[in-house]
């Protein structure tokens, strides 16, 4: 998927993140100046936190009706500090951490994981009040096929790791623009 996100936009993105963590830890009202031209659209984003290439925190949402770039603002400090994987980060923590941010697509319904394409797609699967998500870098990062990538994500929503081939669950795909400090 090409949101057409240019890579100066993608650079205000990931400045927007890293200072609403700087903020939260100086405790200092974060100033989001006015969005680059190509950012007033609203989407459901991921913040992905890595320190010395280990995951860190990683919060995000599905919303589509909140600006991206204040959408950004929240997850990072959300993956920063309410990632309940984590403690909190750490001000001494806080130079050496690389962020990520994943821009999403609105959600796809699809009947089977047939429909899904590894490396493209993420996904969503809901039964009930359980509900897991992995983004769609995560089963090219693993080498998932995309039986595997369906698997985890089951086991992520605390499914049996096969509830996808012995139970009823809504599934959802979805792609993303990924980008990081890294690569822009």
Request: hydrophobic share 40%; aromatic share 10%; glycine share 6%.
């Amino acid at each position: 998927m090409d949101f057409d996100i240019s890579a100066g936009n993608k650079k205000f993105l990931l400045e927007i993140a890293r200072n609403a963590v700087r903020s939260s830890l100086d405790k200092s009202p974060l100033i989001i100046p006015p969005a680059p031209e190509g950012l007033e659209f609203k989407s459901g984003c991921f913040v992905t936190l890595h320190l010395n290439g280990m995951l860190r925190g990683c919060i995000g949402n599905f919303r589509d009706d909140r600006n991206i770039v204040k959408n950004v603002a929240d997850m990072a400090v959300q993956a920063a500090f309410q990632d309940p994987r984590f403690p909190s980060v750490s001000e001494s923590e806080f130079d050496l951490l690389e962020f990520e941010i994943s821009v999403l697509s609105p959600m796809i319904p699809i009947k089977s994981v047939e429909e899904a394409e590894v490396g493209r797609d993420g996904l969503y699967v809901v039964k009930g009040f359980n509900r897991g998500v992995l983004l769609p870098q995560v089963a090219s990062e693993y080498g998932w096929d995309k039986y595997e990538f369906i698997s985890h994500t089951c086991a992520k929503a605390g499914l049996p790791f096969e509830a996808w081939k012995t139970e009823k669950i809504d599934l959802y795909r979805f792609e993303a623009a990924v980008f990081s400090e890294k690569s822009v």
